[in-house]
């Protein structure tokens, strides 16, 4: 059979297609990433391509559409200034010309055998410190002055917020085909609903579960707890998913050494894996993510979540809880290029806000001063990590957008993956509310304290947490409660007899 080319778009991208036809795809993955270097107080980068000097908010527009073509692949940049770039190893891998040729008309899975995969993943694990500083900013301090938005370093997020950066976290061609495979699958994802005031509402996105558990080790209960309100659909992980998973799983426990001291126990004692994968779909920039902690009882109290994202960038919005209100940020008088989103109903916190904060997240970076609220701008193949006490502390969002830069494969399209490790303990403990569930387990974010009697129990280091109905499909009967279990989630550092030692502690409330 004559093999044709084709550009692979979420249009043409019906399941038959992947898995019924010959395919060849010749594609280039993502711009090479460049190091760039900005002085110490200074609103100002030298761009490394050209070396002009470009304020430092526009670094990453400069170097798409101005040095853009320059950074398409390293062959291209050494063209422009040669000598000027020396790209390690991993990074000429990821940027490399890709060809995916499938004549037999199997899925792209069949061409990436296991062997290979662990030979990846064992130069991941070499080659792991690469990606610090040598990709352009991702992140960016979202200040009230209008349009300032300050380019962070690798190690700054780390330092203002409890999230981590994971560049190029796969292997080009295994994003590649993961990418693929979930543009296929994702037109039989659910679209999440609720019903708030006698209204039905639908999730500006569409989603699904895959168990990464070893088969036959997923239980009816722990599975009732994925996602009680929006009833999505869980599947058996694709083979090229577990894959990814393996990789995601050998880069958090490496770098969880670093924030062991603020890990649940259960991630101290046994290294953290995930056992499923939430998967998001935005097809475009008008779908998004409202801001939100994530629901907790089926991960346990201070989780850690690895979110992979693939296909066409978006911003990842961090806020800090107890953070500038919304109000007062610029970019909320006016159509931003990036919305403020109006929280979902189904993703809203408990009534009120203002937490007290951990020095890490509370975003005490020396001269950075406080950081309440940072963009990640999250290319293909990019890995955050949302280590304790991002989800007690901070909220997140993927804001709707009107210049989504998109992604050779999949155009407009980004895909999610949240990597999340199953806590059977956290789920069984859940009290049924007044409509007959589970109640669900969330992080008091808020202003709302939780009473004497309860402050007096938590340890310095501890949040509040609280449970509620979550019934968003019938309408929630009201049903709210303090968490008054404190024996889990404090950070081992304020647990002297589990020998960790001793950073200062830390009063929350
Ligand atoms: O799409 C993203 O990056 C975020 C998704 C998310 O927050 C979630 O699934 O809970
Ligand atoms: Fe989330």
Same mark, same amino acid.
Request: proline residues 7%; neutral net charge; contains cysteine.
């Given at each position: 059979m004559q093999e044709s080319v084709v550009r692979v778009g979420i249009e043409n991208l019906a399941p038959t297609h992947v898995a019924g036809m010959p395919l060849k795809r010749k594609l280039s993955v993502g711009p090479a990433h460049v190091p760039v270097q900005a002085s110490e107080g200074s609103r100002f980068v030298h761009c490394p391509i050209c070396l002009q000097r470009v304020a430092h908010y526009l670094i990453n527009s400069h170097l798409d559409d101005e040095c853009g073509k320059s950074t398409s692949s390293p062959a291209d940049v050494q063209a422009v200034k040669p000598g000027c770039l020396k790209e390690p190893k991993s990074l000429e891998r990821s940027s490399q010309q890709l060809e995916i040729t499938d004549a037999s008309g199997? /899925?792209?899975?069949?061409?990436?055998?296991s062997t290979q995969a662990a030979a990846q993943l064992q130069s991941v694990q070499q080659t792991q410190a690469w990606w610090d500083q040598r990709s352009r900013p991702l992140a960016y301090i979202r200040r009230r002055q209008k349009g300032h938005q300050q380019p962070l370093s690798d190690e700054e997020l780390r330092q203002a917020t409890p999230c981590e950066l994971v560049r190029n976290v796969l292997p080009a061609d295994l994003a590649e085909e993961l990418l693929v495979l979930l543009l296929a699958e994702s037109p039989t994802w659910h679209r999440g609903q609720w019903v708030l005031f006698g209204k039905t509402h639908a999730a500006p996105r569409t989603s699904c579960y895959y168990s990464l558990e070893p $088969? !036959? $080790? $997923? /239980?009816q209960e722990t599975d009732d707890f994925r996602d009680v309100s929006k009833k999505v659909d869980r599947r058996e992980a694709l083979v090229t998913l577990r894959k990814a998973a393996d990789i995601i799983n050998a880069t958090t426990q490496k770098l969880q050494a670093r924030v062991q001291d603020d890990l649940s126990a259960r991630d101290r004692e046994s290294p953290w894996r995930c056992s499923y994968a939430l998967a998001n779909m935005y097809?475009? !920039?008008a779908e998004a993510t409202g801001a939100h902690a994530d629901r907790i009882t089926p991960l346990g109290k201070r989780p850690v979540i690895a979110s992979l994202s693939i296909g066409a960038t978006r911003i990842f919005r961090l806020k800090r809880a107890n953070g500038a209100p919304e109000e007062s940020h610029p970019a909320s008088g006016k159509a931003a290029e990036h919305e403020q989103s109006t929280p979902e109903p189904d993703l809203a916190e408990g009534p009120g806000e203002r937490a007290a904060a951990s020095p890490r997240s509370a975003g005490q970076t020396g001269q950075l001063g406080q950081v309440d609220s940072v963009d990640l701008?999250? $290319?293909?193949?990019t890995l955050v990590i949302m280590w304790p006490p991002c989800q007690e502390e901070w909220r997140h969002e993927v804001p709707r957008s009107k210049s989504v830069k998109p992604h050779p494969v999949s155009g407009l399209a980004r895909i999610n993956l949240t990597f999340r490790r199953l806590d059977a303990q956290s789920a069984a403990r859940a009290p049924s509310c007044r409509c007959g569930q589970k109640a669900v387990l969330k992080a008091a974010l808020g202003k709302r304290k939780p009473p004497q009697h309860l402050q007096r129990k938590l340890r310095p280091g501890q949040h509040a947490y609280y449970w509620c109905c979550d019934n968003t499909q019938s309408g929630a009967c009201g049903y709210w409660k303090w968490d008054e279990e404190v024996s889990g989630g404090q950070p081992c550092r304020e647990q002297p007899q589990s020998g960790c030692g001793g950073a200062a502690a830390i009063q929350v409330f």
């Amino acid at each position: 059979m004559q093999e044709s080319v084709v550009r692979v778009g979420i249009e043409n991208l019906a399941p038959t297609h992947v898995a019924g036809m010959p395919l060849k795809r010749k594609l280039s993955v993502g711009p090479a990433h460049v190091p760039v270097q900005a002085s110490e107080g200074s609103r100002f980068v030298h761009c490394p391509i050209c070396l002009q000097r470009v304020a430092h908010y526009l670094i990453n527009s400069h170097l798409d559409d101005e040095c853009g073509k320059s950074t398409s692949s390293p062959a291209d940049v050494q063209a422009v200034k040669p000598g000027c770039l020396k790209e390690p190893k991993s990074l000429e891998r990821s940027s490399q010309q890709l060809e995916i040729t499938d004549a037999s008309g199997e /899925t792209p899975q069949s061409a990436y055998p296991s062997t290979q995969a662990a030979a990846q993943l064992q130069s991941v694990q070499q080659t792991q410190a690469w990606w610090d500083q040598r990709s352009r900013p991702l992140a960016y301090i979202r200040r009230r002055q209008k349009g300032h938005q300050q380019p962070l370093s690798d190690e700054e997020l780390r330092q203002a917020t409890p999230c981590e950066l994971v560049r190029n976290v796969l292997p080009a061609d295994l994003a590649e085909e993961l990418l693929v495979l979930l543009l296929a699958e994702s037109p039989t994802w659910h679209r999440g609903q609720w019903v708030l005031f006698g209204k039905t509402h639908a999730a500006p996105r569409t989603s699904c579960y895959y168990s990464l558990e070893p $088969e !036959g $080790e $997923e /239980t009816q209960e722990t599975d009732d707890f994925r996602d009680v309100s929006k009833k999505v659909d869980r599947r058996e992980a694709l083979v090229t998913l577990r894959k990814a998973a393996d990789i995601i799983n050998a880069t958090t426990q490496k770098l969880q050494a670093r924030v062991q001291d603020d890990l649940s126990a259960r991630d101290r004692e046994s290294p953290w894996r995930c056992s499923y994968a939430l998967a998001n779909m935005y097809r475009d !920039g008008a779908e998004a993510t409202g801001a939100h902690a994530d629901r907790i009882t089926p991960l346990g109290k201070r989780p850690v979540i690895a979110s992979l994202s693939i296909g066409a960038t978006r911003i990842f919005r961090l806020k800090r809880a107890n953070g500038a209100p919304e109000e007062s940020h610029p970019a909320s008088g006016k159509a931003a290029e990036h919305e403020q989103s109006t929280p979902e109903p189904d993703l809203a916190e408990g009534p009120g806000e203002r937490a007290a904060a951990s020095p890490r997240s509370a975003g005490q970076t020396g001269q950075l001063g406080q950081v309440d609220s940072v963009d990640l701008h999250l $290319e293909h193949n990019t890995l955050v990590i949302m280590w304790p006490p991002c989800q007690e502390e901070w909220r997140h969002e993927v804001p709707r957008s009107k210049s989504v830069k998109p992604h050779p494969v999949s155009g407009l399209a980004r895909i999610n993956l949240t990597f999340r490790r199953l806590d059977a303990q956290s789920a069984a403990r859940a009290p049924s509310c007044r409509c007959g569930q589970k109640a669900v387990l969330k992080a008091a974010l808020g202003k709302r304290k939780p009473p004497q009697h309860l402050q007096r129990k938590l340890r310095p280091g501890q949040h509040a947490y609280y449970w509620c109905c979550d019934n968003t499909q019938s309408g929630a009967c009201g049903y709210w409660k303090w968490d008054e279990e404190v024996s889990g989630g404090q950070p081992c550092r304020e647990q002297p007899q589990s020998g960790c030692g001793g950073a200062a502690a830390i009063q929350v409330f």
